[in-house]
């Protein structure tokens, strides 16, 4: 197979593009750094499109292997034609090669092979040749009896004879072909209620059924885990003579031969014990599969959105971790996330130690000057919540907070990193820092924890495991190299995920800091144990120093461009010192008079590159966060019995999914936005107009406080619409 001609196609690039991507795969360079630092090669694609390209690239390539593997069997049958070497050639799925191997695969003991094994394979094949004038099937079985091959009786013969019929029809791949498109396209998925008394959250499935080709993909992962539960009973529906029809028009001669008769019924068992049952599972496969992928997708998105949230910079954080019984964990961090102070609090049942609280917090507050308060949204929240609104209101400090979501802090908490980290502070404190930590910097806390565990998706206990670990992998990679890191600061965990870093060599970095001291330079990294040149090409670019001896490590250019850099500079009448001091305002004009073409022709770079020089030179230490909207911080709590019909609020979006998107609007419990409630006009997907940490305006639609429910609309009052 031509890889770079296939997916120049698949992909819609210059083919000269595909294969400059293979060839850097091939290589061993990471999707950031060919992102970032070969743009020229592929023609500005993006990581997200690149990292397509590779999982599109290793599917062809497990294809093309298996499509080797099959020839060798087949060959090895000597059973192969030119006939089924094309077949097998022109295969462009691995679900139609293996159609295509069924009938040479080794099989394990079937009724077919049983009858093949007593010798009825001529009778079989006598039938299937339907001659118009032949005998009847039932008198050319008496042929076949025979005490030597156990076979007693015509009948028996006869029935042995349609079995063999029956699967050489079940291994047609066009029959298999043709049934599976039609019921792609005409099947309908049907759940049932395993016990019709039983109560779960599953009774809206009870009596489901809906179009294979249309059913959401939030749907499929439904009954999926109400099968898996016990709670439904799932289905795959088609016309069953419609799809004997398609067998007959390929099996069937139309010729009034008296095996017609024998042969329709054994086509009709094919479809019924053989073929059916196989098609429906590979269509709920299918199906999940493409769930599945939906998911990761929309997983992914939410995942990147909320590591790229804007961090709050350089405020004293006192993070709350509610809780009931055991109290409310407290920590308060300076604005570098370096930990001030801890302790336990008691405001929320069965305590309600709320003066003994509020004096401890509030002596935090008055000490440390605290500027921001972060709360879990765990259990105790809305009590916790409630209290740090008092207490602001009783400080007058012009303290604001914010509730974060405290999904995977647990776990983090235990973990042996947490416990390195802090090794004199118990799980429960920890979890309060991580929380303070989130606010200050979503990214550089979240990529400590499992991505699974940070809860932006939907269903994802139920993906695969490998497919959503490498989706949602890619995202913190793709996501941590764009911001950079720094050197001097970044925890392990962080280092980690830079191009090219393997989680050793990131803990051999925190090493040699602490041995030698803060780097102050990148090209230090080559001293660093097992961090060789390969390695260093990969990650300098995304490693930072804030206060190095060049100003052009605190960037994003690679240092294999640093002369095209200096050289850059000196054209336009500038050098590092101006960089240093921000004096290059006029930058960009001089670069436009001077011509991008013919500067990047001097500097021997493509003009993707040069502006990509230009920008990171006109801003050293830049962050690609600080252009986004700042997270919203408040300083009061509303209850949601406060809630009223056509209320409009601010809210910031907390999660997307398939059917809408899950809004906090300060009263504890999010509110649900409804797909057709987000917009006037259709869209497929919430994500199309919504991302986590957006900031929108809502309003209320209905309350149900009983059972926390709220739900919104962002198309404007809904009062006001019905008097329309």
Sequence with gaps: MDFANVLSSEFKIKPEYSANLIKLFEEGNTIPFIARYRKEQHGTMDDQQIRLFSERYEYLQNLEKRKGEISASIEGQDKMTEELAAAIERAATLSELEDIYRPYKPKRKTRASVAREKGLEPLAAAIMAQEANGAYPIDMAKEYISEETDVETAEAALSGAMDIIAEDISDNADIRRRLKNVIFLGGRLVSLAADKEAESV??????????????????????????KEGFLKVSVSFDTAKAHSIIYSVVLKDNGS?????????????????????????VRNELTLRADISAIGVFSTNL???????????????????????????????????????GVIYP????????????????????????????????????????ASSLIAELGMGISYMVVSEAGASVYSASPLAAKEFPEFDVSLRSAVSIARRLQ???????????????????????????LDEALGGVVEDCVNSVGVDLNTASPSLLSRVAGLSAAVSKNIVDFREENGAFTSRKQLLKVAKLGPKAY???????????????????????????????????????LKDVSRNEIDELPERIAQLGEEALAQKLSVGVPTLRDIAKELAAPGRDPRDSLPAPMLRTDILDIKDLKAGMELDGTVRNVIDFGAFIDIGVHQDGLVHISQICNHYIKHPSEKLKVGDIVKVWVMSVDAAKKRISLTMKGEPIADEKK
Excluded at 202 to 214: L, N, R
Excluded at 317 to 334: I, N, W
Excluded at 367 to 377: L, S
């Design 202 to 227: 599953y009774t809206s499935y009870y009596d489901f059924a809906e179009s294979v080709k249309t059913v959401a993909g939030h749907r499929i992962l439904a009954v999926d885990r109400g099968e």
């Design 258 to 282: 008296p095996s017609c008769e024998t042969v329709t019924a054994a086509a009709n068992d094919a479809y019924d014990r053989l073929i059916f049952p196989s098609i429906e599972r590979e």
């Design 304 to 342: 990147r959105q909320l590591l790229m949230q804007p961090p709050v910079r350089n405020k004293v954080t006192l993070g709350l971790d509610p809780g009931y019984r055991t109290g409310c964990k407290v920590a308060v961090v300076d604005g570098t996330g370096r930990v001030l102070e801890t």
């Design 348 to 387: 929320a049942p069965p305590h309600k130690k709320t003066e003994e609280a509020k004096r401890i917090v509030g002596g935090m507050c008055r000490k440390y000057g605290v500027e921001v308060m972060a709360i879990g949204n765990g259990t105790a929240s809305k009590e916790t919540e409630m209290f």
């Design 441 to 467: 910097d979503p990214l550089a806390e979240l990529v400590k924890i499992d991505p699974k565990a940070i809860g932006v998706g939907q269903y994802q206990h139920d993906m695969p495991p490998k497919m």
């Design 537 to 575: 090409t990969q990650c300098a670019g995304f490693c930072r120093i804030a206060e190095g001896k060049d100003v052009l490590d605190n960037t994003g250019v690679h240092p294999e461009s640093y002369d095209a850099a200096k050289t850059l500079l000196t054209l336009c009448g500038y050098d």
